[in-house]
């Protein structure tokens, strides 16, 4: 082996790889809320008892799960404009990660939702609570605790996807590291900083989800 | 521990007026496999009763009590709360689910709110209370049920006969007109049973109109106004504790009685 390790290319182009980690955390951040939200009212339509409801979602989560992300993504930022449907990059990023991560926790929290017990719902409906205020107040809060670290699993999924969106030239950290390598070729330094900025954002948002959960689903220390 | 506002009237349910909270009349219901589980239950609970509900396992007690807050549809007969049709669609029954509090076997206390917060959530998003307001008011419910001093606590922190109590306070923080109990002492270790029987005398001494299913012979022969007796369905007697204990006329309930007195 005589490669000779050339760091110099990544530091001297260091703005590019964290304008472009800083895409690839913004887009994430953004799709998982939408995601998260997609995934709420998603399990919602699945225990709802409506039928109708639930056979659209089921086919939504269906669809969504059973394609690859990248036919997803094509779908979005190619297929749309035929329909006068015309996002940016960045824009079909975000709406096709928020879809793709709103099918995988639509199941997880219904998983979350089916573990909260029928009493729960009866101390509601005795007070005087409407389904909904029922769903909202007291079944998602502690069905979200019993599902958290399934969620977080999926959530490190969707950053992970997200290196995918390069594929649209959205310029995300792999865009980054693609354009880098194709000017310099030094790969080996190129995609080890790449991945180390990947794994720098997948902790950082491990520590959040930590943090969250400290704070949030402090009871749960007291469940039997 | 316990000291809820005393009736105006002594407690003697004959100066009281009578006026009626719950009216059921020839109550049936079938549960979705066709099972005929209340065969025409009728019974009237004045205003200021307590009223015992008693019978065999699996005789429609928990069901019958269920239906008086709509959390069990029925499909014949009629039944009113303070002059309201429970209706047999359900329509509206949330509006009047405010007016009937429960008290459940399992507690069903919400486990991700506070003691303070599971009091407060019902009167601050179904009657309008401030979140002030509703936090003096749970203050004063949770010292009289014995457990001021938990308010900040989880439920999960507690033990079985303090989340009893809870449920207690909480069922009454919407102020309710009536309140039911189905095997409220049911689920507790025995050391418990007597602070939650305790909270309810006093309840009862308070005025409040009651209804509880329960097996504590004790209960029911001193605070019960009227004990009623289910089995398969069919209200089998309707007498006051004395001739319920001491003078049962029914083969049904004594052959009941030989089995839980001895
Ligand atoms: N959802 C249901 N579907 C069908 N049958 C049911 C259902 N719930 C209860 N039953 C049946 O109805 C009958 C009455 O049940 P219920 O729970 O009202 O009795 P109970 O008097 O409260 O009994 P227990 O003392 O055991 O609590 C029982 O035979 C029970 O098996
Ligand atoms: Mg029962």
Same mark, same amino acid.
């Given at each position: 082996?005589?490669?000779?390790?050339?760091?110099?290319?990544?530091?001297?182009?260091?703005?590019?790889?964290?304008?472009?980690?800083?895409?690839?955390?913004?887009?994430?951040?953004?799709?998982?809320?939408?995601?998260?939200?997609?995934?709420?009212?998603?399990?919602?339509?699945?225990?709802?008892?409506?039928?109708?409801?639930?056979?659209?979602?089921? %086919?939504?989560?269906?669809?969504?799960?059973?394609?690859?992300?990248?036919?997803?993504? #094509?779908?979005?930022?190619?297929?749309?404009?035929?329909?006068?449907?015309?996002?940016? %990059?960045?824009?079909?990023?975000?709406?096709?990660?928020?879809?793709?991560?709103?099918?995988?926790?639509?199941?997880?929290?219904?998983?979350?939702?089916?573990?909260?017990?029928?009493?729960?719902?009866?101390?509601?409906?005795?007070?005087?609570?409407?389904?909904?205020?029922?769903?909202?107040?007291?079944?998602?809060?502690?069905?979200?605790?019993?599902?958290?670290?399934?969620?977080?699993?999926?959530?490190?999924?969707?950053?992970?996807?997200?290196?995918?969106?390069?594929?649209?030239?959205?310029?995300?950290?792999?865009?980054?590291?693609?354009?880098?390598?194709?000017?310099?070729?030094?790969? #080996?330094?190129?995609?080890?900083?790449? %991945?180390?900025?990947?794994?720098?954002?997948?902790?950082?948002?491990?520590?959040?989800?930590?943090?969250?959960?400290?704070?949030?689903?402090?009871?749960?220390?007291?469940?039997? | 521990?316990?000291?809820?506002? @005393?009736?105006?009237?002594?407690?003697?349910?004959?100066?009281?007026?009578?006026?009626?909270?719950?009216?059921?009349?020839?109550?049936?219901?079938?549960?979705?496999?066709?099972?005929?589980?209340?065969? $025409? +239950?009728?019974?009237?609970?004045?205003? $200021?009763? +307590?009223?015992?509900?008693?019978? @065999?396992?699996?005789?429609?007690?928990?069901?019958?009590?269920? /239906?008086?807050?709509?959390?069990?549809?029925?499909?014949?007969?009629?039944?009113?709360?303070?002059?309201?049709?429970?209706?047999?669609?359900?329509?509206?029954?949330?509006?009047?689910?405010?007016?009937?509090?429960?008290?459940?076997?399992?507690?069903?206390?919400?486990?991700?709110?506070?003691?303070?917060?599971?009091?407060?959530?019902?009167?601050?998003?179904?009657?309008?209370?401030?979140?002030?307001?509703?936090?003096?008011?749970?203050?004063?419910?949770?010292?009289?049920?014995?457990?001021?001093?938990?308010?900040?606590?989880?439920?999960?922190?507690?033990? $079985?006969?303090?989340?009893?109590?809870?449920?207690?306070?909480?069922?009454?923080?919407?102020?309710?007109?009536?309140?039911?109990?189905?095997?409220?002492?049911?689920?507790?270790?025995?050391?418990?049973?007597?602070?939650?029987?305790?909270?309810?005398?006093?309840?009862?001494?308070?005025?409040? /109109?009651? +209804?509880?299913? /329960?097996?504590?012979?004790?209960?029911?022969?001193?605070?019960?106004?009227?004990?009623?007796?289910?089995?398969?369905?069919?209200?089998?007697?309707?007498?006051?504790?004395?001739?319920?204990?001491?003078? @049962?006329?029914?083969?049904?309930?004594?052959?009941?009685?030989?089995?839980?007195?001895?």
């Amino acid at each position: 082996m005589n490669y000779s390790f050339d760091f110099s290319v990544v530091w001297e182009n260091i703005d590019i790889l964290l304008a472009g980690a800083w895409l690839t955390l913004k887009i994430s951040l953004v799709a998982i809320a939408f995601g998260l939200v997609i995934g709420v009212i998603g399990s919602l339509c699945r225990t709802s008892g409506n039928k109708i409801l639930n056979a659209i979602t089921l %086919a939504y989560v269906e669809v969504i799960r059973n394609t690859p992300y990248l036919i997803q993504l #094509f779908f979005i930022f190619f297929g749309l404009p035929n329909l006068g449907i015309k996002l940016s %990059a960045e824009q079909a990023a975000i709406l096709s990660l928020a879809v793709n991560f709103g099918a995988y926790s639509t199941e997880i929290v219904r998983a979350g939702v089916e573990s909260i017990p029928q009493g729960q719902w009866e101390a509601g409906m005795a007070i005087g609570f409407k389904k909904l205020a029922i769903f909202r107040y007291i079944v998602i809060p502690p069905a979200l605790a019993n599902i958290y670290r399934a969620l977080v699993g999926q959530v490190i999924l969707a950053v992970l996807f997200t290196s995918i969106v390069s594929q649209i030239a959205a310029e995300d950290l792999t865009y980054a590291g693609d354009y880098l390598n194709s000017r310099t070729f030094r790969s #080996f330094e190129i995609y080890f900083t790449v %991945a180390l900025l990947y794994l720098a954002i997948v902790w950082l948002i491990k520590g959040v989800a930590f943090l969250i959960e400290n704070q949030a689903f402090k009871f749960a220390k007291y469940r039997r | 521990m316990t000291n809820f506002q @005393p009736r105006s009237h002594s407690s003697n349910t004959a100066i009281l007026e009578t006026k009626p909270i719950i009216v059921a009349r020839d109550v049936e219901k079938w549960y979705d496999n066709g099972f005929h589980v209340l065969k $025409g +239950v009728s019974s009237t609970i004045n205003q $200021g009763e +307590v009223v015992v509900l008693m019978g @065999p396992s699996g005789s429609g007690k928990s069901t019958f009590i269920r /239906t008086f807050n709509g959390l069990e549809p029925y499909q014949k007969g009629r039944i009113e709360i303070d002059g309201t049709l429970i209706a047999h669609n359900q329509k509206g029954i949330e509006l009047l689910r405010r007016e009937v509090g429960m008290v459940f076997q399992q507690f069903n206390l919400f486990p991700h709110l506070t003691v303070l917060k599971n009091i407060t959530l019902g009167p601050t998003h179904l009657r309008g209370l401030s979140k002030p307001q509703a936090k003096a008011n749970a203050m004063q419910l949770l010292a009289k049920v014995g457990i001021a001093h938990q308010a900040n606590k989880y439920p999960g922190q507690l033990s $079985g006969g303090q989340q009893q109590r809870v449920a207690i306070a909480r069922a009454l923080a919407m102020q309710p007109k009536v309140m039911l109990f189905d095997e409220p002492t049911s689920a507790l270790d025995p050391e418990m049973v007597r602070e939650v029987l305790d909270v309810m005398r006093s309840l009862a001494e308070s005025g409040m /109109t009651m +209804v509880c299913v /329960t097996h504590e012979v004790g209960f029911a022969r001193e605070v019960a106004d009227r004990i009623i007796f289910l089995a398969d369905g069919t209200l089998v007697a309707d007498t006051t504790p004395d001739e319920f204990f001491n003078n @049962p006329k029914e083969e049904r309930l004594q052959k009941f009685l030989a089995q839980i007195l001895h």
